[in-house]
């Protein structure tokens, strides 16, 4: 027999495998145990297509419920603090082979004991530990006697009680050796599978997703992100494959001894990080290579035949790079840079230091087949995960508590990285509908959650990668940038990652380096400091509502704060808790200067009402939120808003096009919360049919659609429809149907909304312009040739959407023949949309099971975005609730491993409700299944609060609305 010797064990060929392993099994069962615990995955990154002939949005590129007594989840979950990990030697071999997708690993960890103690306590999960090999001992010293093993499932520990207490100061070292399984779970180290188009063969890769709490899947280790250590890693691999780890490899290729089956790559010992960054790769893909003058070797990884589609990505990634290393003013710790994209991927990206990890559309771009919206994102990707670079990997939170650290800044810097690379993407004009208008949703509402939110439970650190944690985060570090002045601000973060570098940090280290730069420059009152501003933006939820009311005769204006709600519901009504924040004001009259955003003035918290003076003149309208660069919205006296209305009118180009966005969310918003009367709030939307910016549109058909929403199955919808006509039909005129050889980036992304409102609003030429186009290419010889398709790159989804919700069968298997044909990421993402439009019922019900059945054709990261995609459709979201409920266990089972896929398709499913009978379904829901619901359950919440919140807008709005509708199209005619 040969084996190969690594760690003190033995490697077993392949040709032994079968020999050995029920023999292996039932050792294992005695002398290890199994250490599983369901967890959840990472984070999303980018918005994917909706799916209905709906103007909504658009293309950016168990039957039984457990029973009431399931024990309830563990909080205490942080490790003991006596033992620090100083090293972790790894050595992994993944066998990528079907019918054994196993891990045979080892793990030597060298700790530092702070605090007698007499056990060691790691994370581990899904690990078949050998107990009989663990081995406990002094640095170059002697063994330590150890009683016994325990093992906790509910905090995923593994224990070594020892007999001797562990000596503070000393250095000990832990080793042992264990089976891990890559499983298709797509989370710990997992498989993924694509099919080589030279062979026709099926592929397997081997690649790791850790973040929050899955390093433990794939070895023994202090799986928090405050504990760092260095790694030395060796992965095993056959020799027609490559891996990858953080660091580059300082031998590759080692034989191991007795066998030519698999060698070692052997890699640099990492720099310190913690477990959630640590990554590999082991493959059979193909890079680009870039090395600029930062000498950061930069390389873009795929599977083989997909290596065209790198380019993008290779050309903007090391310049991206480049740009990070000086607006923080700290050079890249790495030599190098690794980013690949993975077939089978559960978030958008993963930030792994020096080895990022993207799913495909986030990561590939396809010149003439992605569109402009495809290439957006993946600019905004790449920029976010190489910001985390620095401020996360770098720089790290001690605990999840402050995740919004890692996702808010990257969520906020993502667009300056894209401004300075990309500036023809006009990225920074677009943060306020993307992120600030868009998180204003949620927040709104009284089951949202500080930003910065105690957490214990993996699945409560799941729940918290959501919009709070990124969108908000990126809006009030954008505020904290403004009211700074942006050169303050970036010298206080590079104090801080400087001061902090490869350690664990808490906001309030944040606040002390901003506020002491803050004071050394003078841009921040003395008496004032950035912890009192920020806590009241971090520790409580919601945000304000300002009201200015003007004193037209003094030229001055009193100013109050509230905090902004959706709806209040019965059982809060007496909450007592006050909500005030320390909020910067800015204003600006009609012909002054929009582009001063630095607060002069400061509304503190817990101040009543606040003066302004410098008012304008009385006929004059006045502009709180200078580019809407405060976390605010402003309500003003009914006079003001008269003069806004009359002003846009008459000159709309005087206010700046972000607060022309800005007034549309604001004052639809208020309305819909009942702080505004709707016919003052609807008065401001007509001018849009002189508006030619994006920005301006985007606010307002956000804020339209809820109206659209609400009305769609109601009488009143006749006369929305022709009263939004009225609004899109002069853009749509303008811009055309088609792509003209003078469009910016942002006139594409206008087209595709005028296209999408005015096709779902009933608009005959685009109607018969989309099914032409999508009949064209039904009627193309060759239709899987990328030259053949005749329809617009840049209209894909807006086209194969409304040609299959217009045709039948025939279009939507030709549209899925496509989908299976084709070999581009973000093509094949479009169609998946794009097929859950259909209105025929039957082909609905195939495609939800489709979603749930292996080898479907739908992919197992995919099926919760068909499942939600099928609820957005008018015709599906009774179907999707009623499938959910019938599959529930396998809908639980699949994707309730999954935070964001799970809690995505629940809210998805549960969406745009506005009955008492619908409230009381989705209620009757949550209760039958509260048990399973994991992160999903903050979700299922405010799906319920919307709705109960829809309908009292309905009871109160809905005649109203309609009154207002039919009074404005008897004007047109």
Request: include cysteine; charge should be negative.
């Given at each position: 027999?040969k084996m190969?010797k690594?760690?003190?064990?033995?490697?077993?060929t392949?040709k032994?495998?079968?020999?050995l392993?029920?023999?292996a099994l039932a050792v294992c069962v005695?002398?290890?145990?199994v250490v599983?615990?369901?967890?959840?995955?990472?984070?999303p990154e980018?918005a994917?297509p909706?799916?209905?002939?709906?103007?909504?949005?658009e293309?950016?590129?168990?039957?039984?419920s457990?029973?009431?007594?399931?024990k309830?989840?563990?909080?205490?979950?942080r490790?003991?603090r006596h033992?620090v990990?100083?090293?972790?030697?790894l050595?992994?071999v993944?066998?990528?082979i079907?019918?054994?997708?196993?891990?045979?690993?080892?793990?030597?960890?060298?700790?530092?004991?702070?605090?007698?103690?007499?056990?060691?306590?790691?994370?581990?999960?899904?690990?078949?530990i050998?107990?009989?090999?663990?081995?406990?001992m002094?640095?170059?010293?002697?063994?330590v006697?150890?009683f016994?093993?325990?093992?906790?499932?509910?905090?995923?520990?593994f224990i070594?009680n020892l007999?001797?207490g562990?000596v503070?100061?000393?250095?000990?070292?832990?080793?042992?050796?264990?089976?891990?399984?890559?499983?298709d779970?797509?989370?710990?180290f997992?498989?993924?599978v694509?099919k080589?188009?030279t062979?026709?063969?099926?592929e397997?890769i081997a690649v790791t997703?850790?973040?929050?709490t899955?390093?433990r899947r794939a070895?023994?280790?202090?799986?928090e992100p405050?504990i760092k250590?260095?790694y030395?890693v060796s992965l095993?691999?056959?020799p027609?494959?490559?891996?990858?780890?953080?660091?580059?490899?300082?031998s590759?290729?080692?034989?191991m001894?007795g066998?030519?089956?698999?060698v070692?790559?052997?890699?640099?010992?990492?720099?310190k990080?913690s477990?959630?960054?640590?990554?590999?790769?082991v493959?059979?893909?193909?890079f680009v290579?870039?090395t600029?003058?930062n000498n950061?070797?930069?390389?873009?990884?795929?599977?083989p035949?997909s290596l065209?589609?790198?380019s993008?990505a290779?050309?903007?990634g090391?310049?991206?790079?480049?740009?990070?290393?000086?607006?923080f003013?700290?050079?890249f710790?790495?030599?190098?840079?690794d980013?690949?994209?993975i077939p089978d991927?559960?978030?958008g990206?993963?930030?792994n230091?020096g080895?990022i990890t993207y799913?495909e559309?986030?990561?590939?771009?396809?010149?003439?087949v992605s569109s402009?919206?495809?290439?957006q994102?993946i600019?905004i990707?790449?920029?976010?995960?190489?910001?985390?670079?620095?401020?996360g990997?770098?720089?790290?939170?001690?605990w999840?508590?402050?995740?919004w650290?890692n996702?808010?800044f990257?969520?906020?810097?993502?667009?300056l990285?894209?401004?300075?690379i990309?500036?023809?993407?006009?990225?920074?004009?677009?943060?306020?509908?993307?992120?600030?208008?868009?998180?204003?949703k949620?927040?709104?509402?009284?089951?949202?959650h500080p930003i910065?939110?105690?957490?214990?439970?993996?699945?409560e650190?799941n729940?918290?990668?959501d919009?709070?944690?990124?969108?908000?985060?990126?809006?009030?570090?954008?505020?904290m940038d403004k009211?700074?002045t942006t050169d303050?601000?970036?010298?206080?973060?590079?104090?801080?990652l400087?001061d902090l570098?490869?350690?664990?940090?808490?906001?309030?280290d944040?606040?002390?380096?901003?506020?002491?730069q803050g004071?050394?420059?003078?841009?921040?009152?003395?008496?004032?400091d950035i912890?009192?501003?920020?806590?009241?933006?971090?520790?409580q939820?919601g945000?304000p509502?300002?009201?200015?009311?003007?004193?037209?005769?003094?030229?001055?204006?009193?100013?109050?704060?509230?905090?902004?709600?959706i709806g209040?519901?019965?059982k809060?009504?007496?909450?007592s808790?006050?909500y005030?924040w320390?909020i910067p004001?800015?204003?600006?009259?009609?012909?002054d200067?929009?582009e001063?955003?630095y607060?002069?003035?400061?509304?503190?918290?817990?101040?009543q009402v606040k003066?302004?003076s410098?008012?304008?003149?009385?006929n004059t309208?006045?502009?709180f939120?200078v580019?809407?660069?405060?976390y605010?919205?402003?309500?003003?006296?009914?006079e003001n808003?008269g003069l806004?209305?009359q002003?846009?009118?008459?000159?709309?180009t005087a206010?700046?096009?972000?607060n022309?966005a800005?007034?549309?969310?604001d004052?639809?918003?208020?309305?819909?919360?009942g702080?505004?009367d709707?016919?003052?709030a609807l008065?401001?939307?007509g001018?849009?049919?002189?508006?030619?910016?994006?920005?301006?549109?985007a606010?307002?058909?956000?804020?339209?659609?809820?109206?659209?929403?609400m009305?769609?199955?109601?009488?009143?919808?006749?006369d929305?429809?022709?009263?939004?006509?009225?609004l899109i039909?002069p853009i749509?005129?303008?811009?055309?149907?088609?792509a003209q050889?003078?469009?910016?980036h942002l006139?594409?992304?206008l087209?595709?909304?005028?296209?999408?409102w005015?096709c779902s609003m009933?608009n005959?030429?685009c109607?018969?312009k989309?099914?032409?186009?999508?009949?064209?290419?039904?009627?193309?010889?060759?239709?899987d040739s990328?030259?053949?398709?005749?329809?617009?790159?840049?209209?894909k989804?807006?086209?194969?959407?409304?040609a299959?919700?217009?045709?039948?069968?025939?279009?939507w298997?030709?549209?899925?023949?496509r989908y299976?044909?084709?070999?581009?990421?973000?093509?094949?993402?479009?169609?998946l949309?794009?097929?859950?439009?259909t209105?025929e019922?039957?082909?609905?019900?195939?495609?939800l099971?489709m979603?749930?059945?292996?080898?479907?054709?739908?992919?197992?990261q995919?099926?919760s975005?068909?499942?939600?995609?099928?609820?957005?459709?008018t015709v599906?979201?009774?179907?999707?609730?009623?499938?959910?409920?019938?599959?529930?266990?396998?809908?639980a089972e699949?994707y309730g491993?999954s935070s964001?896929?799970?809690?995505?398709?629940m809210?998805?499913m549960m969406?745009?409700?506005?009955t008492?009978?619908e409230?009381q379904n989705?209620?009757?829901?949550?209760c039958?299944?509260?048990?399973?619901?994991?992160?999903?359950?903050r979700?299922?919440?405010q799906?319920i609060?919307k709705?109960?919140a829809?309908v009292?807008?309905m009871e109160k709005n809905?005649?109203?609305i309609?009154?207002w509708?039919k009074?404005?199209?008897?004007k047109?005619?």
């Amino acid at each position: 027999m040969k084996m190969e010797k690594y760690g003190e064990r033995y490697l077993v060929t392949k040709k032994l495998a079968l020999i050995l392993l029920v023999f292996a099994l039932a050792v294992c069962v005695g002398v290890g145990l199994v250490v599983y615990y369901l967890g959840v995955e990472g984070s999303p990154e980018g918005a994917e297509p909706e799916p209905a002939a709906e103007p909504e949005s658009e293309p950016e590129p168990s039957k039984h419920s457990e029973s009431p007594a399931t024990k309830a989840k563990v909080t205490d979950v942080r490790l003991p603090r006596h033992l620090v990990p100083v090293n972790y030697k790894l050595e992994l071999v993944p066998f990528i082979i079907p019918d054994n997708f196993s891990i045979r690993g080892y793990a030597e960890i060298e700790m530092e004991c702070t605090e007698s103690a007499f056990n060691i306590t790691l994370h581990a999960a899904d690990l078949e530990i050998e107990n009989d090999t663990v081995t406990v001992m002094e640095k170059e010293g002697d063994e330590v006697d150890i009683f016994n093993y325990d093992y906790d499932l509910d905090r995923e520990f593994f224990i070594v009680n020892l007999n001797a207490g562990l000596v503070t100061g000393k250095t000990y070292v832990i080793k042992i050796h264990y089976t891990a399984y890559l499983k298709d779970n797509l989370k710990g180290f997992y498989r993924s599978v694509y099919k080589d188009r030279t062979t026709g063969e099926e592929e397997f890769i081997a690649v790791t997703q850790f973040q929050p709490t899955d390093a433990r899947r794939a070895f023994p280790c202090f799986d928090e992100p405050g504990i760092k250590a260095t790694y030395q890693v060796s992965l095993g691999r056959r020799p027609d494959m490559s891996s990858m780890s953080n660091m580059p490899i300082a031998s590759a290729g080692v034989p191991m001894e007795g066998t030519s089956e698999y060698v070692w790559d052997k890699y640099r010992q990492s720099v310190k990080m913690s477990t959630y960054l640590v990554a590999f790769v082991v493959s059979k893909f193909k890079f680009v290579e870039t090395t600029r003058e930062n000498n950061v070797r930069f390389r873009i990884w795929s599977e083989p035949n997909s290596l065209d589609q790198t380019s993008y990505a290779n050309e903007i990634g090391p310049k991206m790079l480049e740009f990070f290393e000086g607006y923080f003013n700290v050079k890249f710790p790495l030599p190098k840079q690794d980013m690949i994209a993975i077939p089978d991927f559960g978030a958008g990206a993963m930030e792994n230091w020096g080895l990022i990890t993207y799913r495909e559309t986030a990561l590939l771009y396809k010149e003439g087949v992605s569109s402009a919206s495809n290439k957006q994102r993946i600019a905004i990707v790449v920029s976010h995960e190489l910001a985390h670079q620095w401020f996360g990997n770098l720089v790290t939170p001690s605990w999840w508590t402050d995740l919004w650290l890692n996702e808010g800044f990257a969520s906020y810097v993502e667009y300056l990285g894209v401004e300075a690379i990309q500036p023809d993407l006009k990225l920074l004009e677009q943060f306020v509908i993307t992120d600030l208008q868009n998180v204003f949703k949620i927040d709104a509402l009284e089951s949202s959650h500080p930003i910065s939110i105690p957490v214990k439970h993996p699945d409560e650190i799941n729940e918290i990668f959501d919009r709070i944690s990124y969108s908000k985060g990126a809006s009030i570090i954008r505020m904290m940038d403004k009211f700074l002045t942006t050169d303050t601000f970036r010298q206080g973060l590079t104090n801080y990652l400087t001061d902090l570098q490869f350690a664990a940090a808490e906001q309030d280290d944040l606040w002390h380096h901003l506020t002491v730069q803050g004071h050394k420059d003078k841009h921040l009152p003395l008496d004032m400091d950035i912890k009192t501003i920020m806590d009241t933006w971090t520790l409580q939820m919601g945000f304000p509502v300002v009201t200015v009311t003007r004193n037209y005769q003094a030229n001055t204006a009193s100013v109050t704060q509230e905090r902004f709600l959706i709806g209040k519901s019965k059982k809060n009504v007496n909450d007592s808790k006050v909500y005030s924040w320390w909020i910067p004001l800015t204003f600006a009259a009609i012909g002054d200067n929009f582009e001063n955003t630095y607060s002069e003035n400061w509304m503190k918290e817990g101040e009543q009402v606040k003066e302004i003076s410098g008012m304008p003149a009385t006929n004059t309208a006045v502009v709180f939120n200078v580019q809407q660069t405060g976390y605010y919205r402003v309500n003003y006296d009914k006079e003001n808003w008269g003069l806004l209305a009359q002003q846009l009118l008459k000159d709309h180009t005087a206010i700046h096009v972000i607060n022309r966005a800005q007034i549309m969310d604001d004052a639809l918003n208020l309305a819909k919360s009942g702080l505004l009367d709707y016919e003052t709030a609807l008065s401001v939307t007509g001018y849009l049919s002189k508006e030619v910016e994006y920005i301006p549109w985007a606010s307002a058909l956000s804020g339209l659609s809820y109206i659209n929403k609400m009305l769609k199955r109601t009488a009143a919808y006749g006369d929305f429809k022709r009263y939004m006509l009225k609004l899109i039909d002069p853009i749509y005129t303008k811009l055309g149907f088609n792509a003209q050889p003078e469009d910016t980036h942002l006139d594409i992304k206008l087209r595709k909304k005028a296209i999408s409102w005015a096709c779902s609003m009933g608009n005959k030429d685009c109607l018969n312009k989309a099914k032409e186009n999508f009949g064209d290419w039904m009627g193309m010889v060759e239709p899987d040739s990328e030259s053949a398709n005749p329809v617009d790159v840049n209209l894909k989804y807006q086209t194969y959407c409304n040609a299959i919700a217009d045709g039948g069968q025939e279009e939507w298997d030709f549209a899925w023949q496509r989908y299976q044909n084709s070999h581009v990421a973000s093509e094949k993402a479009t169609i998946l949309s794009a097929l859950a439009c259909t209105k025929e019922v039957w082909l609905l019900n195939r495609y939800l099971n489709m979603s749930l059945t292996p080898e479907s054709g739908v992919r197992r990261q995919d099926g919760s975005k068909v499942l939600g995609n099928v609820a957005q459709n008018t015709v599906g979201r009774y179907l999707t609730f009623d499938f959910v409920q019938q599959e529930w266990e396998r809908v639980a089972e699949i994707y309730g491993k999954s935070s964001f896929s799970f809690s995505g398709v629940m809210k998805n499913m549960m969406a745009d409700r506005n009955t008492e009978y619908e409230i009381q379904n989705l209620k009757e829901f949550s209760c039958a299944h509260s048990s399973l619901l994991g992160s999903a359950t903050r979700a299922v919440k405010q799906a319920i609060e919307k709705g109960e919140a829809n309908v009292k807008w309905m009871e109160k709005n809905y005649q109203i609305i309609w009154t207002w509708m039919k009074t404005q199209n008897i004007k047109l005619y």
